[in-house]
């Protein structure tokens, strides 16, 4: 994970409890898919994202979790936690300039931590 990510999720307003629950998502993420900003410099982070979406569709023809995590619980939410984690550290790739910008939803608070 880049240097300055918690600090910028301070300067976004986040509590200390969010910046650990938010920078935990991206550390999970990136110890299974390898380092997330080379992911998005190379242009592969929508493949990431897509990889962790998972629909209520996907839960009602109860189809396999897609991703690479395991999830203990409910796989919708879970994966839209992680999905959320992911785009947000995005979020903060594009403003620390890296070079490249994809488009990203921005990210909400979990309620509780799901990673």
Do not use: H
């Not at 410099?41 to 209520?56: F, K, Q």
């Not at 395991?70 to 947000?88: E, H, K, P, T, W």
């Amino acid at each position: 994970m880049k240097e300055g990510y918690r600090l910028w999720l301070i300067e976004q307003g986040y509590s200390d409890q969010s910046v650990g629950a938010w920078a935990g998502c991206a550390n999970s993420v990136e110890k299974l898919y390898g380092d997330l900003e080379g992911l998005f410099v190379a242009g592969d982070y929508p493949g990431l994202i897509e990889e962790l979406t998972y629909s209520a569709e996907d839960a009602r023809r109860n189809r396999p979790n897609p991703s690479r995590i395991q999830i203990d619980g409910v796989l919708r939410n879970s994966l839209n936690y992680y999905r959320r984690g992911a785009a947000l550290y995005a979020r903060f790739l594009a403003e620390a300039g890296t070079g490249t910008q994809i488009p990203v939803a921005p990210a909400r608070p979990p309620l509780r931590s799901q990673c």
